[in-house]
């Protein structure tokens, strides 16, 4: 019996399955740049000026980039860049550079007027946007007026990772107004594979590459288990359905996909909060008024249980992911796999997705 190990927040947990129930493992592909690699493609960034680097988000790929930064400054004598973060990620952040030397504090955010800035990011897939690049990530966070226009333009009530989508173009426009720089990272689960600097209009172009490292031509299948591969993209359950958008075109109509994400951190989307409240209707996401946070997965979930169903091992009350959103709970990955043998028979096969933030299949 082989033993699958796949990220569930901070830790990692086994999904026990006999070779006769893989159908097969899919893990997220590509070249990993080398320390010297990466430095290199940082010498275009002006670090003799006075630089606060904005963490957008707290993963192992921007924890890696921004201490090679670090390193480049060290080693040329040149001023240690500040570093800021949400108050939310402060103490990870603070754990992950533990030199008293290097200034970490909260950023705010009517700060994003400022000429040097730094935003660093990791460009994945979006379902609304085709890509989350840090112009996407920036406009969610200040532009709610333009996230509605955004969610008007969307190409209809699916997700669609990995598109070339004209609602990047409004997440575009809305970051050229800002004098600011961008430090894009693309990586998996073992490391970076490609980093690009300047504004965020001009990084957004790393989207080119993504597709190619990422794309996986499966077919589709009756079960997938479905890990997002970090523990950044599954502490909220808004986060971690991102890996399901991306591995949806592999699940046959009526089959079953389980996604592994811990969500220690909630729900993550108050469009989902108010729908789980009953404040937030069904109707009301196809013609909104206002752009509520994570309005989008919210209808890109109950669009998509139409096709196929989807269970999830969480922490997450039953309350919210059975009774509310329908989806099928279960306390762990034996669980899961015992419900996949019981349901669909003992010789079901299932494929096994252990980076789905990482991947895109078709």
Same mark, same amino acid.
């Given at each position: 019996?082989?033993?699958?190990?796949?990220?569930?927040?901070?830790?990692?947990?086994?999904?026990?399955? $006999?070779?006769?129930?893989? %159908?097969? *493992?899919?893990?997220?592909?590509?070249?990993?740049?080398?320390?010297?690699?990466?430095?290199? $493609?940082?010498?275009?960034?002006?670090?003799?000026?006075?630089?606060?680097?904005?963490?957008?988000?707290?993963?192992?790929?921007?924890?890696?980039?921004?201490?090679?930064?670090?390193?480049?400054?060290?080693?040329?004598?040149?001023?240690?860049? +500040?570093?800021?973060?949400?108050?939310?990620?402060?103490?990870?952040?603070?754990?992950?550079?533990?030199?008293?030397?290097?200034?970490?504090? %909260?950023? &705010?955010?009517?700060?994003?007027?400022?000429?040097?800035?730094?935003?660093?990011?990791?460009?994945?897939?979006?379902?609304?946007?085709?890509?989350?690049?840090?112009?996407?990530? @920036? @406009?969610?966070?200040?532009? +709610?007026? *333009?996230?509605?226009?955004?969610?008007?333009?969307?190409?209809?009530?699916?997700?669609?990772?990995?598109? &070339?989508? #004209?609602?990047? /173009?409004?997440?575009?426009?809305?970051?050229?107004?800002?004098?600011?720089?961008?430090?894009?990272?693309?990586?998996?689960?073992?490391?970076?594979?490609?980093?690009?600097?300047?504004?965020?209009?001009?990084?957004?172009?790393?989207?080119?590459?993504?597709?190619?490292?990422?794309?996986?031509?499966?077919?589709?299948?009756?079960?997938?288990?479905?890990?997002?591969?970090?523990?950044?993209?599954?502490?909220?359950?808004?986060?971690?359905?991102?890996?399901?958008?991306?591995?949806?075109?592999? =699940?046959?109509? /009526?089959?079953?996909?389980?996604?592994?994400? /811990?969500?220690?951190?909630?729900?993550?989307?108050?469009?989902?909060?108010?729908?789980?409240?009953?404040?937030?209707?069904?109707?009301?996401? $196809?013609?909104?008024?206002?752009?509520? &946070?994570?309005?989008?997965?919210?209808?890109?979930?109950?669009?998509?249980?139409? *096709?196929?169903?989807?269970?999830?091992? #969480?922490?997450?009350?039953?309350?919210?992911?059975?009774?509310?959103?329908?989806?099928?709970?279960?306390?762990?990955?034996?669980?899961?796999?015992?419900? =996949?043998?019981?349901?669909?028979? %003992?010789?079901?096969?299932?494929?096994? =997705? #252990?980076?789905?933030?990482?991947?895109?299949?078709?």
């Amino acid at each position: 019996m082989p033993e699958i190990w796949l990220s569930y927040g901070p830790t990692e947990v086994v999904l026990d399955i $006999k070779a006769e129930n893989l %159908e097969r *493992q899919i893990t997220a592909e590509g070249t990993n740049l080398s320390d010297s690699e990466i430095a290199s $493609k940082l010498q275009s960034i002006d670090l003799t000026k006075p630089t606060e680097i904005v963490i957008l988000e707290s993963t192992k790929a921007v924890q890696k980039v921004i201490s090679v930064l670090l390193e480049i400054c060290n080693q040329k004598s040149l001023p240690t860049p +500040k570093i800021l973060v949400d108050k939310s990620n402060l103490h990870l952040v603070k754990n992950m550079f533990s030199d008293p030397l290097i200034s970490i504090s %909260e950023f &705010d955010n009517s700060q994003l007027t400022g000429t040097n800035l730094m935003f660093v990011g990791e460009m994945e897939f979006d379902g609304l946007f085709g890509y989350s690049t840090i112009s996407t990530k @920036l @406009l969610r966070k200040f532009g +709610k007026e *333009q996230m509605l226009e955004a969610y008007e333009k969307k190409n209809g009530n699916l997700p669609h990772p990995g598109e &070339d989508l #004209s609602t990047i /173009e409004v997440a575009k426009k809305f970051t050229d107004g800002f004098e600011i720089s961008a430090l894009e990272v693309i990586a998996n689960s073992s490391g970076i594979t490609d980093v690009s600097t300047g504004h965020p209009s001009s990084t957004l172009s790393l989207s080119k590459s993504l597709p190619l490292l990422t794309i996986n031509d499966v077919g589709k299948h009756r079960i997938l288990f479905i890990s997002t591969g970090k523990e950044s993209s599954n502490e909220t359950l808004s986060r971690s359905l991102s890996a399901l958008w991306n591995c949806a075109n592999a =699940v046959k109509e /009526e089959g079953l996909a389980i996604l592994l994400a /811990e969500c220690k951190n909630g729900l993550g989307s108050e469009a989902i909060l108010q729908y789980a409240e009953g404040r937030m209707s069904l109707d009301r996401l $196809k013609n909104p008024a206002k752009y509520v &946070d994570g309005m989008e997965n919210l209808l890109f979930l109950t669009e998509m249980q139409k *096709q196929f169903q989807i269970g999830i091992v #969480s922490i997450l009350p039953h309350y919210y992911t059975k009774d509310k959103l329908t989806m099928i709970p279960f306390g762990g990955t034996k669980e899961s796999m015992e419900y =996949v043998l019981k349901t669909y028979g %003992e010789r079901q096969k299932a494929v096994i =997705v #252990s980076d789905g933030t990482h991947v895109l299949l078709r």
